[in-house]
């Protein structure tokens, strides 16, 4: 095991591999399919930005993203995850606190985003306290 810090050893950027739900009693579930993709980036700053994407959307009849219908706006939101903001780790409990400064969900805005993570060589799990299991790759 290397001695560098978490918070070292995760900076760079990093692509999904796999996106799950685990509920108890549950089957997984992959929310966004199995082929999702996605891209995590943490910069030596401090800075944090995460994006995350159902493949297929469908695309809007206006060649502007103002021009969409309600139909549009709603399966492009409802298939796309992004927020950005800051990051600090706790290095004793393994966890990636991110700090939301904007996002596509207004609800996380202000807020502090818990993931306990896992890094083994060039793979970085990340776990949500609601059960999502998400992979990423250097």
């Given at each position: 095991m290397s001695s560098a810090s978490l918070a070292s050893r995760i900076v760079g950027v990093w692509r999904l591999r796999a996106f799950e739900s685990h509920r108890a009693g549950l089957p997984v579930r992959h929310p966004f399919g199995r082929d999702a993709?996605?891209?995590?980036?943490?910069?030596?700053?401090?800075?944090?930005?995460?994006?995350?994407?159902?493949?297929?959307?469908?695309?809007?009849?206006?060649?502007?993203?103002?021009?969409g219908t309600?139909?549009?706006?709603?399966?492009?939101?409802?298939?796309?995850?992004a927020y950005a903001g800051t990051f600090e780790v706790d290095e004793a409990r393994g966890v990636v606190l991110h700090r939301v400064a904007m996002s596509l969900f207004p609800n996380l805005v202000d807020t502090v985003q818990e993931r306990s993570a896992t890094l083994s060589g060039d793979l970085l799990e990340l776990r949500t306290p609601d059960g999502a299991r998400l992979v990423w790759e250097r």
């Open positions: 993709t996605g891209v995590l980036v943490y910069a030596a700053d401090g800075t944090m930005s995460g994006q995350l994407m159902r493949r297929g959307r469908p695309e809007f009849a206006s060649a502007t993203i103002v021009g309600d139909a549009e706006l709603r399966a492009a939101a409802t298939g796309y995850v």
